[in-house]
């Protein structure tokens, strides 16, 4: 007896998403929602975490939720990462939004979600904890369309 072609897909795609799920190497995901659907160019919002392990090289993932009634195809982020000896390292990120014909990148049906790399294989030079501050760079006061911004970090 054959198994049904519905089965056998499903199946697959059980098995996919048990895969996807026990690869992740999350140590740490923070989201915060943009308060009012409008990000003030002065708001800037924290992302505080622990690092134990330093012999490790970890990746420092953005992730954003937005609308597709999100105005811009881009999204200018300005990050400061604050080490537990009070070291201040700053950054600018660029986060590709959507495609040169204007087609959303991220998943979703409305509203969308992408990730955007922070760091990459960054080693943290000493254990404690570790915040991340994001503003937005963009044009004028406040941005609308952003509903969420998170940080994630994986080893």
Not at 39 to 60: A, G, K, L
Not at 85 to 109: F, S
Request: proline share 5%; charged share 25%.
């Amino acid at each position: 007896m054959r198994p049904q072609p519905a089965i056998a897909i499903a199946a697959v795609a059980t098995s996919l998403l048990l895969l996807a799920a026990c690869s992740g190497k999350a140590v740490s995901n923070y989201y915060q929602v943009i308060d009012g659907s409008k990000w003030d160019r002065d708001t800037e919002y924290s992302f505080s975490f622990m690092i134990d392990d330093v012999s490790e090289p970890y990746n420092i993932v953005m992730e954003v939720r937005h609308h597709d009634a999100y105005p811009f195809h881009n999204l200018w982020i300005f990050c400061t990462e604050e080490s537990p000896v009070g070291l201040l390292l700053h950054d600018t990120v660029e986060c590709r939004l959507a495609d040169e014909h204007g087609r959303w990148t991220g998943r979703g049906l409305s509203l969308r979600e992408a990730a955007f790399p922070i760091r990459r294989l960054h080693r943290f030079p000493i254990r404690g904890q570790y915040t991340f501050g994001i503003r937005h760079g963009m044009r004028g006061e406040a941005l609308t369309g952003i509903r969420e911004i998170g940080i994630r970090i994986e080893k």
